[in-house]
């Protein structure tokens, strides 16, 4: 074989080698985010479906943060290595906003799991007048967090009953 053909050959088993087909990127477990904030996704669903637990480090209201649940639904895995998702947080208890978030799981040539996540938080306001001041929208992205043996998301949550923590 000449050398045109081997660099061929090596050139399409390189090509092999980093496919995304061959890494998929799974939602499932815990994930941290550019703002320190905490994620936790259990199993998804064959449906695609899945729920998990938010804890945010970032508040509009102050005070005790709680966490707060999370449902979503991701493409199907089968048909791509890299899908896509979207979920919504109603934050428990010390927020009146809802946030909904659309993404793309991505893997990349080392192994390491990212979630790019584009965001809208819509804030409750008193009037329609003000709704032009409701929604935020950001970008936040998420890489997997190796969680210690025995830790969930529920161990990292501060605690709201301590007496610094206001009644709510």
Known sequence: MGSGGLALLLALALVTCVS???????????????????MEISAVRDDGGFQGKY????????????????KGAQHDLGEVAWPTFGFTVRWER????????????????????TLATTWLLR?????????????????????????HRGKTLQSWSPSCEDGLAPAL
């Open 94 to 113: 010390f927020s009146n906003a809802t946030a909904v978030f659309v993404g793309q799981c991505f893997v990349d040539a080392g192994g390491k799991e």
């Open 55 to 70: 804890l945010t480090r970032v508040s509009l209201a102050g005070g005790c943060i709680r966490v707060s649940p999370l």
């Open 123 to 147: 804030e409750a306001v008193g009037s329609l007048e003000e709704d032009w001041k409701a929604t935020r929208v950001g970008r936040n992205v998420f890489t997997r967090k190796r969680s």
């Open 20 to 38: 995304p087909a061959g890494r998929k990127c799974e939602l499932s477990g815990l994930w941290r985010n550019n703002q320190e904030s905490l």
